[in-house]
Each structure stands twice: as structure tokens, then as C-alpha cells.
């Protein structure tokens, strides 16, 4: 068959598939369903969580409530480019924006670690209970990043890897802005350390299994 | 693009009609191989295919398509790219690999020496001519020589090896006796 002849077929076989679609919505639009998604998740928490006390941490110090701010600005700018670069035409610089919070995140847990007057209100973080932490992160991250996925792969994402790993991102900040709510403890290096392993290893869960599901299903 | 998205198959044609060659310059302007140039075209009407939904009306339809055809085509040359470092195009290796299978002049070379390994035999004397066609041509064994011809085994040795003798000597050093 002539190229020009399996391009016809191959038009041919699309016209044929062809179904009404509607049109997605805005990127701005779809990372707000999922950052209410968050927020009922956070509101759970929030029941068994000790409101008060959170409170009181997050203004006890500038770097408590820098990190989080720092990670929920991260959360949702890396969801937001997430969505951003799933749609073919946008720019891939949308990837670069959560960048700086990233970083004000990282910075302002590092500084947290590095303080050395203890945090009024905290209570001293029992052995082992790092592992807790990275146990909740995963264990929160999964099912963010699996629906976020899920709603990146009902667009056409064109750079897959990027696409995921900001997925990654968007759902490591989220999980550790809702643990933080139940985290009574001042930050430690060890604490950082496991924080930051759990975000890594979300992000290259991500990364690596992203791709494969925004692949389509079955191709007309 | 409009009318496509709301199911009219005519207008949908149309659009991937069009599409075709936009795609099909772009992906020759990146520096995808002429005979590639088709394989991305089709991918990338595949991939609008896909990304039906992702189009807004409200945007220009042609910054989308041209998205689309740089990703498919960087695809393309990525795979190109894969597939030249693992295989060579090397048309004169074939011309000058040496066949494995001896050639006619090999088999020329090979009846020449067997005539005069014959004539040479032949001039051997008689006992051992015979010694050397019985234990040398005909594999048999010692025993087996002696009772064909009647002498004994030592005198078969002696006859084959100074037939042996004479044959290299005729032959010449280099010869295959």
C-alpha cells in the first residue's frame, strides 16, 4: 500500500472512530478539583488532628510556616504545570514555576533543622518515628498522584516524564502539608532526611509509572 | 476543529486531511529522513486523534498541531537515533568479506596436488605402492594389510614408512603426504 494510500485508510479508520468529545476544561479548573480533593482530605485530618496546637507551631517560627507555605505553593503550581504541560501546545516553562517554592520548602525545612532555640509547643520526636512519617507520605501520596494521574491521562500529555514527575511533586508537597497537621514534633536532620527521601521516592514512583499510564489503551 | 469535536466526520476528515502536510513540512524541517516523514505523520494523526479534547476552540489550531508534530518527530529521530548505534550500514564490508565455502580455485588447487600425489605413488615399488595403498588410501589396519597381501606385519611397517619417506620427498617438503 502507497504511503498516501495508508494515510487515507488511516484517516478513513479516524473518521470512523470519531465521537463527540467535549472539550477539557482549563488547566487552572481541573488542578482546583483536585486541590478540593486535598482539602477534604486535609479536613479529615483535621478532626483528629490537635488544631490549636498546630496552630501555635505554625506562628511560633518563620520557617515553620515558610515550609508551609512552600509546600502547598508546590503542591498546587506543580499540579497546575502538571495539567498545563498534559495539553499539546502549552509551554513547557509552566514545569519551571513551582521550582521556587520548591525551594522556599526545602530551604525553610533545612532552617527548621538548624534552629537552635527549640519550638515552643513542640514536644520531642520519639525514636523511630521518622519511619511513621515516610510510612504516612507514601501511604497519602499514592492515592493523590494515582488520581492525579488518572485526570493527566484524560488529556494527551506530549512530554510524559515531565508531566509525571510533576505529578510527583504536586502530590509530595500535598501529603506533606496534611501531615504536617498531625506532626507535634520540631524538625530534626533525621526527620528532614526522611522527609525528603519519601518525597524523592514519591517523585520517581511517579516518574516511572506515570508514562506508562497516560499511554492510550487501545488505538483505533 | 470545532465541528470535529462535536462529531461531524466530514469536518473531521477535512482537518486531518489538512493536517498531513503542515505535519508532514514541519517534520521535514526538524531533519526527520524523507523515507521517515511518512511514519510521522501518521503518529501524529493518531495523536490528534487522541488529543481531540485537548483543543480549545478558543486558541489557534495551528501552534497545536505543530506541538504535536515537534513531539512525534522528536520521537522518530530519538528512535532513528537508537536504531543507527546498534546497527551498521556498511555496504563494502559485505563486498570484501572472504566466503567461508573454498572457492574453485581452492578445488583446482586440490585435484592438482591429488594427480600428482597418484603419479607420484606410482612410482613407487610394488610393495611399497601396496603398503601405502592399503594402510595410507584404504585406512585399513595392520592386520588387516597382512592378511591381504600375505607379509608380515613388520614388513608392511617398514614398506609404508619408507613409501611415506619417498613421497615427501617427492612432493617436497611443503607437501601434504
Known amino acids: ?220 | 476543529m470545532r465541528s470535529a469535536q462535536a462529531g461531524d466526520r466530514a469536518a473531521y476528515q477535512a482537518v486531518l486531511r489538512a493536517s498531513v502536510p503542515v505535519a508532514a513540512a514541519a517534520a521535514r524541517r526538524m531533519g526527520v529522513p524523507p523515507d521517515v516523514v511518512d511514519d510521522v505523520v501518521q503518529e501524529v494523526l493518531l495523536t490528534v486523534h487522541r488529543a481531540l479534547a485537548t483543543y480549545d476552540p478558543a486558541r489557534p489550531f495551528l501552534p497545536w498541531l505543530r506541538a504535536i508534530t515537534v513531539r512525534r518527530a522528536i520521537d522518530a529521530l530519538r528512535r532513528g537515533g537508537r536504531s543507527r548505534a546498534r546497527e551498521v550500514h556498511d555496504p563494502d564490508a559485505y563486498l570484501n568479506h572472504a566466503e567461508e565455502t573454498p572457492d574453485m580455485y581452492d578445488a583446482a588447487e586440490k585435484l592438482r596436488e591429488a594427480d600428482r600425489l597418484k603419479a607420484a605413488i606410482a612410482t613407487l615399488p610394488p610393495r611399497q605402492r601396496e603398503a601405502i595403498e592399503i594402510i595410507g588410501l584404504r585406512e585399513h589396519t595392520l592386520e588387516q594389510a597382512a592378511g591381504q597381501t600375505g607379509s608380515t606385519k613388520g614388513a608392511l611397517k617398514v614398506n609404508f614408512f619408507r613409501a611415506l619417506q619417498s613421497l615427501r620427498t617427492r612432493m617436497g617438503s611443503d607437501g601434504d603426504v
Do not use: N
Open chain 1, 1 to 220: 500500500m502507497s504511503d498516501t494510500a495508508s494515510q487515507e485508510a488511516l484517516i478513513g479508520r479516524l473518521c470512523g472512530a470519531l465521537r463527540p468529545v467535549r472539550v477539557l476544561p482549563a488547566p487552572w479548573k481541573r488542578t482546583a478539583l483536585w486541590v478540593v480533593v486535598v482539602l477534604a482530605a486535609a479536613l479529615l485530618l483535621a478532626r483528629v488532628a490537635d488544631l490549636p496546637s498546630y496552630l501555635a507551631r505554625l506562628t511560633a517560627a518563620p520557617d515553620m510556616w515558610l515550609s508551609q507555605a512552600g509546600a502547598a505553593a508546590t503542591a498546587v503550581l506543580a499540579a497546575w504545570a502538571a495539567f498545563q504541560t498534559s495539553i499539546p501546545g502549552r509551554p513547557a516553562r509552566a514545569a519551571l514555576l513551582p521550582l521556587a517554592p520548591a525551594l522556599v520548602w526545602v530551604g525553610a525545612s533545612t532552617a527548621g533543622c538548624l534552629r537552635l532555640t527549640p519550638l515552643a509547643g513542640a514536644v520531642p520526636e520519639p525514636p523511630m518515628h521518622a519511619l511513621e512519617c515516610l510510612k504516612f507520605l507514601l501511604l497519602v501520596s499514592v492515592p493523590l498522584v494515582s488520581l492525579l494521574t488518572w485526570r493527566l491521562a484524560c488529556a494527551c500529555p506530549l512530554r510524559p516524564g515531565l508531566t509525571a514527575l510533576l505529578a510527583g511533586l504536586a502530590s509530595a508537597g500535598a501529603a506533606s502539608c496534611l501531615l504536617s497537621l498531625i506532626h507535634p514534633f520540631d524538625a530534626t536532620a533525621e526527620d528532614l532526611l526522611v522527609h525528603l527521601a519519601a518525597v524523592l521516592a514519591i517523585i520517581a514512583l511517579s516518574r516511572a509509572a506515570g508514562p506508562r499510564m497516560f499511554k492510550p489503551r487501545r488505538r483505533p
